[in-house]
Antibody, heavy 124, light 107 residues
Framework: EVQLVESGGGLVQPGGSLRLSCAAS????????MSWVRQAPGKGLEWVSA????????YYADSVKGRFTISRDNSKNTLYLQMNSLRAEDTAVYYC?????????????????WGQGTLVTVSS | DIQMTQSPSSLSASVGDRVTITCRAS??????LAWYQQKPGKVPKLLIY???TLQSGVPSRFSGSGSGTDFTLTISSLQPEDVATYYC?????????FGGGTKVEIK
């Protein structure tokens, strides 16, 4: 059974940093691209970032480029999102999501499994 | 960047009705489009990818069509369990932008 468990969310002041983690199990982690998607309270889905299975390719939304860094440790089956220079508009539930298509170097193609999310609140 | 526009933003229909949701890309994306369903308080669920391929386990009353810039998600016979917000997402290239969502309710 595929499981994705996010952690690391919390309350942080504007300008601060947080690192989110996503522990994956139930599939060959290194064979799939992974994504972070966020959802502000009462709002729609916003794609944030993705990384190929090998970790060699990364992708970012313009809204987070230069502030957020996605990475993965395939030996630990864990996905990360380092978030710096946080702003109030980054407040959201952050979901970790597995790509539907297998491929170590494949670009992201849509997500078939999602974690339950972790809430990030940026406020003074 | 390519923008994804969904319409309508919400709709109300009766059980058994045929429901159609539209997603328009600001530039052509071939068939690199996915549809998701998000029920209240739940995580998103992949319904369709490749614009028209049904994800395993998804009821056959859901279907997708389109290519290029115009896409459609159709629920052939609306059921009470279909109450949800539906999102399209492009994946031809990054950013993998979502549409704004369409909230479906029962009349």
């Amino acid at each position: 059974e595929v499981q994705l468990v996010e952690s690391g969310g919390g309350l942080v002041q504007p300008g601060g940093s947080l690192r989110l983690s996503c522990a994956a199990s139930g599939f060959t982690f290194s064979s799939y691209a992974m994504s972070w998607v966020r959802q502000a309270p009462g709002k729609g889905l916003e794609w944030v970032s993705a990384i190929s299975g090998s970790g060699g390719s990364t992708y970012y939304a313009d809204s987070v480029k230069g502030r957020f860094t996605i990475s993965r440790d395939n030996s630990k089956n864990t996905l990360y999102l380092q978030m710096n220079s946080l702003r109030a508009e980054d407040t959201a539930v952050y979901y970790c999501a597995k790509d539907r298509r297998e491929g170590v170097v494949a670009a992201p193609t849509g997500s078939d499994y999602w974690g339950q999310g972790t809430l990030v609140t940026v406020s003074s | 960047d390519i923008q994804m526009t969904q319409s309508p933003s919400s709709l109300s229909a009766s059980v058994g009705d045929r429901v159609t949701i539209t997603c328009r890309a600001s530039q052509g994306i071939s068939n690199y489009l996915a549809w998701y369903q998000q029920k209240p308080g739940k995580v998103p669920k992949l319904l369709i990818y490749g614009a028209s391929t049904l994800q395993s386990g998804v009821p056959s009353r859901f279907s997708g069509s389109g290519s290029g810039t115009d896409f459609t998600l159709t629920i052939s016979s609306l059921q009470p369990e279909d109450v949800a917000t539906y999102y399209c997402q492009k994946y031809n290239s990054a950013p993998l932008t979502f549409g704004g969502g369409t909230k479906v309710e029962i009349k």
